[in-house]
């Protein structure tokens, strides 16, 4: 495990756990196999790291106590969602039940979660409530998202008369995801399986954007991943998070220009700023760009828990 010092909390760049098998690295996550449950489902272990990602290149610095803040905030939504939108949620790693999973390392607690093994759809499941991003793009260009007819004279981050569905393929890097229509979704996964993840999806959008508009955020957009389960498409992924999701403070919303957010889109304004041409290595962070983007993961996660992050 490779880390830096951030005073009480080590950063997690890189992860090596004895005894269980790396199945896949992505620019966040690492996935571990685990040892099949009582219940006879295969098991995976996926570690949030503290390495963040910008226009698909992982930066070199890590972002301290983002990991914990993604697996903590995915669990928070797991468990006020399961009731209407199934998932392969376990439980989140820490020192209860370490021993049962046989992971020791006080660095994985909390950043780690228990999943039953799913097989993942073959794509993204976006859903717009404002226009912002590659939709606010793809507005301005064919007055479209994803085959979908928005009215005309709509400003950026004006929000949408209703939530889109906008799915996207799922591609792996160097390239990039790219925008579908729901028929080309069905035609890969089936009509039976597109039409319960867009239900699903937008019911989590829904839920998700009520419950953060209580707590003064926007959720301007927002991605699910599903996979099959048993038969049946479940969650399988981080859920309304900084990383997955645009949150905007509700008190400082103004349509017609970017916002200010809880997610790492200032980090890729600052980058936006640089010579840089957007392909690996990236460049070095300096400190305060670091420490502004942690505390604005850790207050995100504040405003829509109630709660502070669990030391």
Not at 283 to 311: F, K, N, Q, V
Request: aromatic letters at 8%; hydrophobic letters at 40%.
């Amino acid at each position: 495990m490779t880390t830096q010092p951030a005073g009480a909390h080590p950063i997690v760049l890189e992860t090596n756990i004895p005894g269980l098998t790396k199945v896949s690295q992505g620019k966040v996550r690492d996935i571990y196999a685990l040892p099949p449950g009582a219940d006879g489902h295969d098991r995976l272990l996926l570690v949030a790291t503290d390495r963040i990602s910008a226009f698909d290149v992982v930066l070199p610095a890590g972002i301290p106590r983002k990991g914990e803040v993604l697996t903590r905030l995915t669990a928070y939504w797991y468990a006020r969602t399961e009731a209407v939108v199934p998932n392969a949620f376990i439980a989140v790693l820490d020192a209860s039940n370490a021993d049962e999973f046989g992971v020791h390392d006080p660095a994985y607690f909390g950043r780690s979660i228990v999943m039953r093994k799913a097989a993942p759809l073959p794509a993204e499941c976006v859903v717009r409530g404002y226009l912002a991003g590659s939709g606010w793009a793809a507005y301005q260009k064919d007055g479209a998202i994803c085959g979908e007819a928005i009215p005309p004279g709509l400003r950026m981050a004006d929000r949408l008369m209703d939530p889109l569905f906008t799915p996207s393929t799922k591609a792996e890097p160097p390239a990039h995801d790219a925008p579908m229509t729901f028929a080309e979704l069905e035609g890969l996964v089936g009509t039976d399986v597109a039409n319960a993840v867009k239900l699903r999806s937008l019911a989590l959008y829904r839920y998700g954007a009520t419950t953060c508009s209580e707590r003064g955020i926007i959720v301007a957009d927002t991605k699910f991943e599903f996979g099959m389960l048993d038969g049946e498409p479940v969650l399988i992924d981080e859920v309304l998070t900084p990383d997955s999701s645009r949150f905007w403070p509700r008190d400082q919303y103004e349509p017609g220009h970017d916002q200010p957010s809880f997610d790492k889109q200032p980090l890729r304004d600052w980058l936006e700023t640089l010579d840089w041409n957007k392909q690996a290595p990236g460049p070095a962070l300096p400190l305060e760009i670091i420490e502004a983007t942690s505390a604005r993961y850790i207050e995100g996660y504040r405003r829509i828990t109630g709660e502070a992050l669990p030391e």
